[in-house]
Each structure stands twice: as C-alpha cells, then as structure tokens.
C-alpha cells in the first residue's frame, strides 16, 4: 500500500507542470485517493486558472465520501480568481487531508485548515515539507523575507572568463557566446520560470540583449535594466529601467511591484554587487570548454548555494 510520502512525491511531480505558468500563484498538485486506489488528480496549470483541489476534483464522477486528499499547499479559504478549494473539499465528502506545507500568504494562514477541521476533516500536515519548500521557493521567499527570490547566472570559460578582448569580437562587434547551443537552451528555459531578469547598463550597450526565452516555449520575464550611471537613452518601453544604487534597494523596488523572482545575468560589476550584499539565492555557472585565456574575468564563486553546469 503506497504511503501518504508517496502519494506526497506524486502531488509535488503534478505541482511542477505549473513552473513558470502559475505566477504569482504558488505551484500546487493534488491527488485523491481511497482504498488504496487513485480516484483523480490535478495541478495549478496557470494564473487565472482552477487551483489543484479544483481541477481534481472535477475531473472525476466518482464518489468521494471517505476519500483521503493529498495536496502540497494548504487548501485556500478565500475568493480569489477562483472559490475556496476548502468549500468544495468539504462539499464533496473527503475525510482525510494530507498536505505538505502551510500556506505563508496572509490571505490563507491557516484559514483552510481551520476551516476543515470544522466541518470534521482530519488533517495531517508538514509532509515531505522540506522538498515542499524547495518546489515553491520562490513563493516562500517573498512571503516570509518579504524580497523576491534571487538567482545569480553567468557563463564562463573554462579558465573562468566571462567574455573576451574587444580585439577577439567579430567583425559586427558583438563578442562570441561561450555558451553550448544545449546550455543556451536550458538558460532560455530557466527565463521562463522567474517573473523578472535583470542585466546592468554594460550589459545592455554590449549585447543589446532581447532577454527573450525564445529558444524555448514559455513566458517571458519582465525585463530590467539597472543604470546607474544614466548612460541609457532609448530603452525599450516594455523594460523597467533603474538607477537604483544599490541591490538592496533594487530588490526592495521588486517587492514593491510582486515581483517574487528575479534573474540576474548582468555582467561582473552587477553580479559582484549582489554577491558582496549576500543578496542571493541560487548562483548558476555555465561553464563552457572554451579556453579564452584573456578577457573579463568571472566574478569569484561565492561561498554558497553555486551549480555549475559543464558543457
């Protein structure tokens, strides 16, 4: 008989169709079960859309009194884009619900809960909470440090440079990619899965980059230049462009506007800025085969939380 860590894994899986869809709702599967027997799942598929419970629960005709309900978030108690799961949890006549993690969003806290435990469901919580927290990072993040989840990305040689002499540029004056076509694609998927991407001022005069997923299928982020030096004329009108002077203040201007993760893929200077404010989360290196032997060297590895991903 599968145990309720099991049916847990199997919610989580679900939950991680919705990356990069469901922003700024959290990532949410949902699996119900009785007897040993899988009756219906769901997952949050995108912002707007039904949440997990709702999705599960409608796709299925079957009989669900007595039925156990596992779900990675707390059910929500409130009127949103959609009604309260918990309403319908109720209505249907499930007994048992299991769930992973407690919903940090003041709108639920603990509101589902109680509202289940109220109509005389079992509640089991704080299954497979830590890998719970892990999926939904981004949401936790912004909910209980009150900034958006931040991610360090650059690329580098095998010799750690991150871009060569202007003397090696092509003839059209853009530098070569050190990246792998393989690595360039997985970076345009990591854009689709956070809600802004930032580059500095240096950055975009360089490359002139569209900071588009677009060799992958996906939204794109919100695109962020920080200028503090006001040396950029003729951004583009989609893009947020900032003087802000320091990280602190970057991310505090995030927060402000929802903004529950960011990107960063500027060059050494901005990225050494945030690693100096140990205002980061995640730091991923794409690290290339190339040998350079010259250039701008890549920002020294910080101390923590780094992935490096060889080509």
């Given at each position: 008989?599968?145990?309720?860590?099991?049916?847990?894994?199997?919610?989580?899986?679900?939950a991680?169709?919705?990356?990069?869809?469901?922003r700024?709702n959290p990532l949410?599967?949902?699996v119900?079960?009785?007897?040993?027997?899988?009756?219906?799942e769901?997952?949050?598929?995108?912002?707007g859309?039904?949440?997990?419970?709702?999705?599960?629960i409608?796709?299925t005709?079957?009989?669900?009194?007595?039925?156990t309900?596992?779900?990675?978030?707390?059910p929500?108690?409130?009127?949103?884009?959609t009604?309260?799961?918990?309403?319908?949890?109720?209505?249907r006549?499930?007994?048992?619900v299991?769930?992973c993690?407690d919903?940090?969003?003041?709108?639920?806290a603990?509101r589902?809960f109680?509202?289940?435990?109220?109509a005389?469901i079992?509640?089991?919580?704080?299954?497979l909470?830590?890998?719970?927290?892990?999926?939904?990072?981004?949401?936790?993040?912004?909910?209980?440090q009150?900034?958006?989840?931040?991610?360090?990305?650059w690329?580098e040689?095998?010799?750690?440079?991150?871009?060569?002499?202007?003397?090696?540029w092509?003839?059209?004056?853009?530098?070569?990619?050190?990246?792998?076509?393989?690595?360039?694609?997985l970076?345009?998927?990591?854009?689709?899965?956070?809600?802004?991407i930032?580059?500095?001022?240096?950055?975009?005069?360089?490359?002139?980059?569209?900071?588009?997923?677009?060799?992958?299928?996906?939204?794109?982020?919100?695109?962020?230049?920080?200028?503090?030096?006001?040396?950029?004329a003729?951004?583009?009108?989609?893009?947020?462009?900032?003087?802000?002077?320091?990280?602190?203040?970057?991310?505090s201007?995030?927060?402000?506007?929802?903004?529950?993760?960011?990107?960063i893929?500027?060059?050494?200077?901005v990225?050494?800025s945030?690693?100096a404010?140990?205002?980061?989360?995640?730091?991923?290196?794409?690290r290339?085969?190339?040998?350079l032997r010259?250039?701008m060297?890549?920002?020294d590895?910080?101390?923590?939380?780094?992935?490096?991903?060889?080509?």
């Open positions: 008989m599968p145990t309720d860590e099991q049916y847990m894994r199997r919610c989580l899986h679900l991680a169709n919705g990356l990069g869809r469901t700024p949410v599967g949902c119900i079960v009785r007897d040993g027997i899988t009756l219906a769901g997952f949050h598929q995108h912002y859309g039904n949440h997990a419970e709702r999705n599960a409608l796709s005709s079957a009989d669900l009194h007595g039925a309900l596992y779900v990675n978030l707390e929500c108690s409130h009127h949103g884009k009604p309260p799961c918990a309403d319908l949890v109720i209505s006549g499930i007994s048992r299991v769930c993690n919903d940090p969003n003041p709108l639920v603990g589902g109680a509202k289940l435990r109220a005389g079992d509640i089991v919580q704080h299954v909470e830590k890998e719970g927290r892990w999926l939904n990072r981004r949401f936790f993040t912004f909910f209980e009150h900034r958006p989840y931040i991610i360090l990305k690329a040689s095998a010799d750690g440079f991150m871009a060569p002499d202007r003397a090696t092509t003839s059209e004056g853009h530098p070569y990619w050190i990246s792998s076509p393989q690595q360039t694609l970076s345009h998927r990591w854009r689709t899965e956070e809600a802004a930032l580059i500095g001022s240096q950055t975009f005069i360089d490359d002139h980059p569209q900071l588009t997923p677009r060799h992958f299928y996906g939204t794109s982020p919100q695109p962020i230049v920080l200028d503090r030096s006001h040396r950029l003729n951004v583009p009108e989609h893009w947020w462009h900032l003087d802000s002077p320091t990280p602190d203040k970057v991310i201007f995030l927060y402000e506007r929802g903004i529950q993760s960011v990107i893929e500027g060059g050494r200077h990225l050494d945030f690693i404010s140990n205002l980061y989360d995640e730091v991923r290196i794409l290339s085969s190339t040998m010259n250039g060297k890549a920002p590895k910080p101390s923590r939380d780094i992935t490096i991903y060889e080509s």
